[in-house]
């Protein structure tokens, strides 16, 4: 049996240093379905535990309460910060702050996917996270839920079902894969309508009803590539824009052949996030320009 904080020496020896995160491709035609097992997608905030602290996805430290992770294994996870379908606000909120308010983390839960030190492929990283999140005891550490489908068609029927629901889509995690840094299709992402993030740059000036307010944001994707974003933005956001380097998340219908994205339209501040500097091509965010 494993001590709470502690790992056994069997378990330390599957250990290697933590990698940088795995991130996930879109879903594409041509996947074989029974080399995947299939997760909700939540809407929350990554979050990497070190075995010692919680930090973003970009590295950046996250303030937990020490009883949150109290008891946490000296094991590192890569999970989401998560409180529920619909509750995104709530966990942004207490990330974004910097504190360790208690009334705002009792609402979070951390929903551990996979253990990135681990030397084996996804089955034995999944029977080894069961008992870690077993022996920390805690009901704020859950261990996600995973399972198959026979087919794909199946597959698009309950993204369709658990969207309707509430829930953000589904994720596909290829189950013969070590755990391996940066975007392939060991981890694929499912929804119906795609998002993605970019820095805020600049404005354009407001017409006719929007005279003397903002009319559109100037984003810049990860790869440089600016364009404007104003659909979707409310009247109070166009009297009072997201600052410059501010980090913006926007849905769009897939990309055009420029890269751009197609009928992009504003959903959300990133305040959990920092602000970003402008580039010139180098990637302030870890994520591409288009697929």
Same mark, same amino acid.
């Given at each position: ?46 979050? *990497?535990? %070190? ?6 996805? +970009? ?7 020490? $009883? ?18 619909? @509750? ?58 995973? $399972? ?37 299709? %060991? *981890? ?38 600016? @364009? ?8 109070? *956001? ?16 897939? $990309? ?19 602000? +970003? ?15």
């Amino acid at each position: 049996m494993l001590q709470p904080v502690q790992a056994s020496t069997q378990v330390r020896e599957q250990l290697q240093a933590m990698p940088a995160p795995v991130l996930a491709n879109n879903y594409h035609p041509g996947l074989n379905l029974s080399e995947y097992w299939v997760s909700e997608k939540y809407d929350g905030v990554r979050a *990497l535990w %070190d075995g010692q602290r919680l930090t973003s996805r +970009q590295g950046i430290p996250i303030a937990a309460p020490a $009883w949150f992770t109290a008891n946490w294994p000296a094991v590192a996870m890569d999970g989401e910060l998560w409180a529920g379908r619909g @509750f995104f606000d709530a966990v942004q909120s207490a990330v974004a702050s910097g504190t360790t308010q208690d009334a705002q983390w009792r609402q979070l839960r951390y929903m551990v996917f996979d253990l990135p030190s681990s030397a084996g492929l996804w089955p034995q990283r999944q029977a080894l996270l069961k008992q870690l999140v077993a022996d920390a005891d805690q009901a704020w550490l859950q261990q996600v839920p995973q $399972w198959q489908l026979a087919s794909h068609a199946q597959l698009q029927a309950q993204l369709q079902q658990l969207t309707a629901q509430g829930a953000e889509g589904l994720m596909l995690r290829r189950a013969n894969a070590p755990y391996r840094s940066g975007r392939s299709d %060991d *981890l694929i992402k499912l929804k119906t309508v795609d998002d993605a993030e970019a820095v805020v740059v600049g404005y354009v000036p407001g017409r006719g009803k929007y005279q003397g307010m903002t009319g559109a944001l100037v984003v810049q994707m990860p790869c440089g590539q600016p @364009f404007r974003l104003g659909s979707g933005l409310s009247n109070a *956001l166009r009297a009072q824009p997201p600052a410059l380097g501010s980090v913006v998340s926007y849905r769009h219908n897939g $990309w055009h052949a420029s890269g751009l994205p197609r009928f992009a339209r504003f959903w959300r501040v990133r305040s959990e996030l920092p602000q +970003q500097p402008a580039t010139d091509g180098s990637t302030a965010l870890s994520l591409p320009c288009s697929p």
